[in-house]
């Protein structure tokens, strides 16, 4: 890989934990207010395990896993 598509990945890698943990924390309040709308908080939840895959599928990326 090369130093400027090593850069882009990790910017991406960046962006993905951003936009995961934004989406936790919005999970979380939405859970603590109480009353929330089931359907958006399931939506949620599935769109934060698709950004887990694709952050694990971005760090196989920048850290392969080479067995010596």
Known sequence: MSEKQDKQVREQLLHLQ???R???AAI???T???TYD???LQRMKKRKLQLKDE????EDL???DIIA
């Open 18 to 20: 951003e936009e995961h």
């Open 22 to 24: 934004d989406l936790d």
């Open 62 to 64: 920048l850290y392969p």
């Open 38 to 40: 089931q359907l958006r």
């Open 28 to 30: 979380m309040a939405m």
């Open 32 to 34: 603590q207010q109480g």
């Open 55 to 58: 952050i694990s599928r971005v």
